[in-house]
T-cell receptor, first 108, second 122 residues
Framework: IVLTQSPATLSLSPGERATLSCRAS??????LGWYQQKPGQSPRLLIY???YRAAGIPARFSGSGSETDFTLTISSLEPEDSAIYYCQQRSNWPPLWTFGQGTKVEIK | EVHLLESGGALILPGGSLRLSCAASGFTFNNYAMHWVRQAPGKGLKWVSS????????YYADSAKGRFTISRDTSKNMVYLQLNGLRDEDTGIYYCAKDLGSGQIGHWFDPRGQGTLVSVSS
């Protein structure tokens, strides 16, 4: 299963809403996750099962979608949200995990 | 607090071997599947290998099959990735991650370390 993310780069101002897209080449049901990676850091799980926030993730991050089309929304951008965001899925059987190519979010 | 400490990365010649280690603490190690994820310089994330919580089933990306071996030692709370027949394209930071859930094998990665750098070059 191939995950395609868009746009490649998003440049927005603090307080604006960011909408990131992830499209799967075939249905993944609701098994879609989102990760944030800041420069020089390891990735951090933000969202799993399409819409559930991981522990400690601020409420401004939300996920939606099902089957092949998914969205990560950051409701009001903070300067610390500058990062690359990856979507990820796991195929049912055999388990094979894949990531999208990433969307870079820049804060103006 | 969950903590994962990767080690074992090095500069290695093509065709060489390395063993990466991941020391886990802050959670009940036996209850979680474990994973390795790689990131080539300036590139995105790529899953490499996973092992179920029982330690008896391993999963590999096609690029790792036949060359890499994942294992775990419950007595030491350690996960290992043996890398053989290394190629230039294996270069990158290798992150160890625990599974988010406590099933035999899950969907989501919970990386909590800084990774270890493998550089394959002649």
């Amino acid at each position: 299963i191939v995950l395609t993310q868009s746009p490649a780069t998003l440049s927005l101002s603090p307080g604006e809403r960011a909408t990131l897209s992830c499209r799967a080449s075939q249905s993944v049901s609701s098994y879609l996750g989102w990760y944030q990676q800041k420069p020089g850091q390891s990735p951090r799980l933000l969202i799993y099962d399409a819409s559930y926030r991981a522990a400690g993730i601020p409420a401004r991050f939300s996920g939606s979608g099902s089957e092949t089309d998914f969205t990560l929304t950051i409701s009001s951008l903070e300067p610390e949200d500058s990062a690359i965001y990856y979507c990820q899925q796991r195929s049912n059987w055999p388990p094979l995990w894949t990531f999208g190519q990433g969307t870079k979010v820049e804060i103006k | 607090e969950v903590h994962l400490l990767e080690s074992g990365g090095a500069l290695i010649l093509p065709g060489g071997s390395l063993r990466l280690s991941c020391a886990a603490s802050g959670f009940t190690f036996n209850n979680y599947a474990m994973h390795w994820v790689r990131q080539a310089p300036g590139k995105g994330l790529k899953w490499v290998s996973s092992i179920n919580k029982s330690g008896d089933i391993a999963y590999y990306a096609d690029s790792a099959k036949g060359r890499f071996t994942i294992s775990r030692d419950t007595s030491k709370n350690m996960v290992y990735l043996q890398l053989n027949g290394l190629r230039d394209e294996d270069t990158g930071i290798y992150y160890c991650a625990k599974d988010l859930g406590s099933g035999q094998i899950g969907h989501w990665f919970d990386p909590r370390g800084q990774g270890t750098l493998v550089s394959v070059s002649s």
